[in-house]
């Protein structure tokens, strides 16, 4: 892969992730509610998540669900459906005032870990979109595989960029808010997350270019 492909890979990727999307509020959430050190097990899910899909797309499964209506209409409103979920979980979170408690960091991390990787996986828009989008970068006549890995490797980076500053964002902000501000927080974000989730569930693949 020469530089140059590399570097409008790397231009357009960025743009896509600093749009707030699902796997953008759980880090602002996380950061904001938790901490980095428990935003960062979001961080490791979402990034395998989209590791994963990439390379979904190199083996042929977004063309599968491109081409399967009831396949994608099962992973649409599954993700759709785990969007509510998440949604309800958050608005109904206890208010507290911004504190990590050492005893319960695991557990904690684990769930934001497993929360991030189902929201990357459950959504069809993402294997759609790297179906459109990352073949105008492959070089067919150089070897495929290492052209995927070397993109899935930059979309990782980037991903954990952009986390990170949604993450680090929300806890400079919040650092001083009360438990009463935090539950305003908690439920913006469940909004957000929900109104994402109806998109998902109205997303037809046509509006893939």
């Avoid at 961080?43 to 994963?52: E, K, R, Y």
Wanted: glycine share 10%; proline share 3%; hydrophobic share 55%.
């Amino acid at each position: 892969m020469d530089l140059t492909t590399l570097f409008l890979y790397l231009i357009a990727v960025s743009a896509v992730m600093v749009t707030p999307g699902p796997s953008m509020l759980l880090a602002l959430n996380n950061g904001a509610t938790y901490g980095m050190r428990i935003a960062g097990y979001g961080f490791i899910g979402a990034i395998l998540a989209d590791s994963l899909l990439i390379g979904a797309v190199g083996c042929g499964l977004g063309a599968l669900l491109q081409a399967s209506e009831h396949l994608f209409s099962l992973v649409k409103w599954g993700g759709a459906l785990y969007l509510l979920y998440l949604a309800c979980v958050l608005w109904r979170a206890p208010a507290k005032a911004l504190e990590v408690k050492a005893g319960a960091a695991v557990a904690t991390g684990k769930t934001a870990f497993l929360r991030s990787m189902m929201v990357g996986l459950s959504n069809p828009k993402g294997l759609l979109f790297y179906s459109a989008f990352l073949p105008q970068f492959i070089h067919l006549e150089k070897p495929v595989a290492m052209q995927y890995l070397i993109l899935a490797l930059v979309s990782a980076v980037i991903n954990c960029i952009m986390m990170t500053i949604y993450a680090y964002g929300g806890r400079h902000a919040m650092r001083r808010f009360s438990a009463s501000v935090m539950r305003g927080i908690n439920r913006s974000c469940a909004g957000m997350l929900a109104v994402l989730a109806v998109g998902v569930a109205l997303y037809r693949r046509s509006n893939v270019s």
